[in-house]
C-alpha cells in the first residue's frame, strides 16, 4: 500500500506549521510591548493560563516578567499591571490614556458596549455625568442616604433576631440589605426579604457573578471566539442577563404611567426625564438601552461587592474573636446601646475604621479589576500600546503590594493605624480602583460598609460551631470575583 501521500501530507503540514510559527513570533518580537511569555499563533497564552487558576498563574506571571507585562488572550494582547507603582503610573499619571473599558465577554455579550460601566468616548462621560449627580441628588454622601441604611440596618437586624440564635449561612441575608439601598435609589422602595421576586431578583445577580467567576467564564474572557460557539455554562450568563433586564424593564414601564418631569422618585425616573429632553438630539447617550443597561450596572457595582465583603468580614471576625472584642468595646465606647450608629461616628472609631478598611484590602472582591483600554497610542515605560489594546491593573496585586503593606498576606488592621492608635490612609487601598473608571459608588459602599457592621456587632456577638483556620478566610484567586468560603454562623443577642 503506497503510504507516501501520507507522508508528504504531514511534511507539508510540519512545513506550514513552521512557517506559521516564524512569520507570527517575527511579528510578535518586532512589536514595542511590555516582555512576556511567547504566545502561540491563534490560541496566544491560554495554553498557558491554569484551567480555573486565572489569578494565580497572572500574578505568577508578573514574578518572571516584572510588574507590566503582555500575555496573549487569542491573538490579542493585553497588559497586566501587577504593582502598586504600575497601577499609579497608569490610572492616576496617565488617567486619560487609560481611561477607556476593556473587553470583558464574559458581560459584553449582554452589555454590549451600553450602560455607565461598559461604555466609552463621549457616551461613557455623558453617562458618568448622570450618575454621581443623580445618585447625590437621591443622597449618596447626604444624609438622605445614610437614613436609608440605618432604616435597612434596623430590618435586618430583626431579621436576624428571629434566627433565635440558630446557625445559618448569612449570605442571602446580607445580599437582600446591601441590595435594598440599592432599590431604594434605583426603584424607589425596598423589598422585604421573604418576597419571591425579590429572592429571584438576587439570585439571577448571584448566578450571574458566580458563572463569570468560574473557568468556564475564565475562557470565554480570555477566548471568546471560540468560547462563544461552545456550549457551557457560561451560556447561562446570557440567559440570566435577559431574565434580569425583563424584571426592570416592567419596573421602568410601570414608571412611565405615573412619571412626573417635576418629582422623580428614583434613578428611573431620573434617566426618563433625561430620555425626553434629549428626545431630538440623535447622538444622546439617553435611551432605553442605556437605562436598562446603566441600571443593571448600579445593581451589580451595589449588591454583590458590598454584601461579598460583609460576608468576608464576618468568617474574619469568627477567626479573630479578640479583634471582634476590640470592635464591640469601641461600638459601646462610642455609640453606647442607645442609639443608632451614624456616620459621623466613624471618624471617633479609628479601630473600626482600619478594620473595615483590612477587611476589603484582604478580602479583595475584585481580584483583576473590570479591564480599562488604552485611547489612544500610548507610550508607557517605554514600551508603545497601541490604541485599543486592553489592559488588566490587577487590583490582587495593588492590596498585596509589599512596598505599601507591612503583611501583605495577613489579616493586620495596623495597615490603617498609626503608632498612636488614629487611622491612617494608604495609597495602596484600591478596591474601588482608582483614577477615571474609579467605581462611582465608593461613598454609598463605604457608609454601607460602616453603617451594617457596627449595626449588627452592636446588637450580637459572633459564634460557630464550625472548626474554622486561618486557611479558610484566604481568598480563592480564581477569576473575576472572590468569595469566601461557605460558613455558618450564630448571631447571639448582646
Not at 473590570?370 to 488588566?392: A, M
Request: contains cysteine.
Amino acid at each position: 500500500m503506497d503510504t507516501s501521500w501520507l507522508w508528504t501530507l504531514l511534511l507539508s503540514l510540519l512545513i506550514s506549521c513552521i512557517l506559521i510559527y516564524s512569520t507570527w513570533n517575527k511579528m510578535y518580537r518586532k512589536r514595542n510591548l511590555p516582555p512576556g511569555p511567547t504566545p502561540i499563533p491563534l490560541f496566544g497564552n491560554v495554553l498557558q493560563i491554569k484551567r480555573g487558576e486565572m489569578v494565580k498563574s497572572l500574578i505568577e506571571y508578573g514574578k518572571k516578567y516584572g510588574d507590566t507585562y503582555t500575555l496573549y488572550f487569542g491573538p490579542s494582547p493585553v497588559i497586566i499591571l501587577c504593582s502598586y507603582r504600575a497601577t499609579k503610573e497608569a490610572l492616576i499619571d496617565q488617567a486619560e490614556d487609560f481611561s477607556g473599558r476593556g473587553a470583558m465577554p464574559s458581560f459584553d455579550q449582554y452589555f454590549q458596549g451600553y450602560g455607565v460601566v461598559f461604555t466609552n468616548g463621549e457616551e461613557w462621560k455623558q453617562l458618568r455625568r448622570f450618575s454621581l449627580t443623580t445618585l447625590r441628588n437621591f443622597g449618596m454622601g447626604k444624609r438622605g442616604i445614610e437614613e436609608r441604611i440605618q432604616e435597612e440596618a434596623q430590618f435586618v437586624v430583626e431579621e436576624i433576631k428571629s434566627y433565635k440564635k440558630k446557625p445559618f449561612d448569612p449570605t442571602d441575608i446580607l445580599v437582600q440589605c446591601v441590595s435594598n439601598v440599592i432599590c431604594s435609589v434605583v426603584f424607589g422602595n425596598r423589598f422585604e426579604y421573604d418576597n419571591k421576586d425579590f429572592q429571584n431578583l438576587l439570585s439571577l445577580f448571584q448566578s450571574v457573578f458566580r458563572e463569570s467567576s468560574s473557568a468556564w467564564g475564565q475562557l470565554l474572557n480570555m477566548f471568546p471566539l471560540i468560547m462563544n460557539h461552545i456550549p457551557g455554562p457560561h451560556k447561562k450568563v446570557i440567559r440570566d442577563m435577559n431574565k434580569l433586564e425583563a424584571f426592570v424593564l416592567q419596573r421602568v414601564k410601570e414608571n412611565e404611567k405615573t412619571l412626573d418631569s417635576n418629582s422623580p422618585r428614583d434613578i428611573i425616573d431620573s434617566f426618563l426625564i433625561k430620555m425626553q429632553q434629549e428626545n431630538e438630539n440623535p447622538t444622546s447617550a439617553f435611551h432605553m438601552k442605556n437605562l436598562l443597561a446603566t441600571v443593571l450596572s448600579i445593581f451589580f457595582a451595589g449588591t454583590e461587592t458590598v454584601s461579598t465583603t460583609l460576608r468576608h468580614g464576618f468568617l474574619i471576625l469568627l477567626i479573630y474573636p479578640e479583634i471582634e472584642a476590640k470592635l464591640r468595646e469601641e461600638i459601646d465606647r462610642v455609640i453606647g446601646q442607645n442609639r443608632s450608629p451614624t456616620i459621623e461616628d466613624r471618624s471617633k472609631m479609628p479601630y473600626t475604621d482600619a478594620v473595615i478598611h483590612e477587611i476589603q484590602r484582604f478580602s479583595d472582591v475584585i481580584p483583576m479589576n473590570v479591564p480599562h483600554l488604552v485611547t489612544k497610542d500610548t507610550q508607557f515605560r517605554g514600551y508603545t500600546i497601541p490604541k485599543g489594546t486592553d489592559v488588566y491593573p490587577l487590583l490582587c496585586a495593588v492590596l498585596r503590594d509589599p512596598e505599601k503593606f507591612a503583611t501583605p498576606y495577613e489579616f493586620n488592621p495596623n495597615h490603617f493605624l498609626d503608632d498612636n492608635g488614629c487611622f491612617k490612609s494608604n495609597d495602596g487601598f484600591m478596591p474601588f480602583s482608582t483614577g477615571k473608571r474609579i467605581c462611582l459608588g465608593e461613598g454609598l459602599a463605604r457608609m454601607e460598609l460602616f453603617l451594617f457592621l457596627t449595626n449588627i456587632l452592636q446588637h450580637f456577638k459572633l459564634h460557630t460551631e464550625s472548626r474554622l483556620i486561618e486557611d479558610d478566610i484566604a481568598p480563592k484567586m480564581n477569576g473575576f470575583a472572590n468569595y469566601p468560603t461557605s460558613y455558618q454562623l450564630s448571631f447571639i443577642p448582646r
